[in-house]
């Protein structure tokens, strides 16, 4: 049974870099028919998708256009993780972030999710 | 502003059919067979229900189904169980290989 475990700070400061971790259990970040998402869920975005890494004989990375200039989502292969790092954050990104697998194109495993708030 | 368009709300009573649709644009919905579906329940995280436009993954009941037309999809729950109470996300692959989400549906089983 495959299972995502997320952990990182609740708090962040204005302008500084949120980073969350995802562990994954049961599957293996290099598995070629799952790529590794981030989604973000607030009261006034509703769901967002942040981005994916994907291992295809190599690493990819696709991001969305509204934060490409401050994400960055890399894998941790010796520990099968996968991590997000969005800097210059502000309040406009406090949400509970999502770590997810896809595979057939479709989100089929996510974690818990972690309450962030951008606050000073 | 959410890229897919859903009904915030719909209803039904036990027993009864529900349809959520979910509108979008021919870069998204209407362009790929990649709509998904996913229930969330308050305090979780969402669940995968639909994928691929109609295929349920493995312990999603019957009961719940899938179609497109153009570029409007839609999510049909028959046989409405207290359970079902939830809200309702469609997702769609879109262009520059993103995921888009609909804002959201309230279904309130009566």
């Known amino acids: 049974q495959v299972q995502l475990q997320q952990s990182g700070p609740g708090l962040v400061k204005p302008s500084q870099t949120l980073s969350l971790t995802c562990a994954i259990s049961?599957?293996?970040?290099?598995?070629?028919?799952?790529?590794w998402n981030w989604i973000r869920q607030s009261p006034s975005r509703g769901l967002e998708w942040l981005g994916r890494?994907?291992?295809?004989?190599?690493?990819?990375?696709d991001y969305a256009v509204y934060v490409k200039s401050r994400i960055i989502i890399n894998p941790d292969t010796s520990k099968n993780h996968f991590s997000l790092h969005l800097n210059s954050v502000t309040p406009d990104d406090t949400a509970v972030y999502y770590c997810?697998?896809?595979?057939?194109?479709?989100?089929?495993?996510w974690g818990l999710g972690t309450m962030v708030t951008v606050s000073s | 502003q959410s890229a897919l368009t859903q009904p915030r709300s719909v209803s039904g009573s036990p027993g009864q059919s529900v349809t959520i649709s979910c509108t979008g644009t021919n870069s998204d919905v209407g362009g790929y067979n990649y709509v998904s579906w996913y229930q969330q329940h308050p305090g979780k995280a969402p669940k995968l229900m639909i994928y691929?436009?109609?295929k349920r993954p493995s312990g999603v009941p019957d009961r719940f189904s899938g179609s497109k037309s153009g570029n409007t999809a839609s999510l049909t729950i028959s046989g409405l169980q207290s359970e079902d109470d939830a809200d309702y996300y469609c997702?769609?692959?879109?262009?520059?290989?993103?995921?888009?989400f609909g804002g959201g549906t309230k279904l309130t089983v009566l």
């Open positions: 890494t994907y291992y295809r004989a190599k690493w990819y990375n």
């Open positions: 997702c769609s692959y879109a262009d520059n290989y993103s995921f888009e």
């Open positions: 997810t697998r896809e595979t057939d194109v479709a989100l089929d495993i």
């Open positions: 049961g599957d293996t970040v290099f598995s070629i028919s799952a790529a």
């Open positions: 691929d436009v109609t």
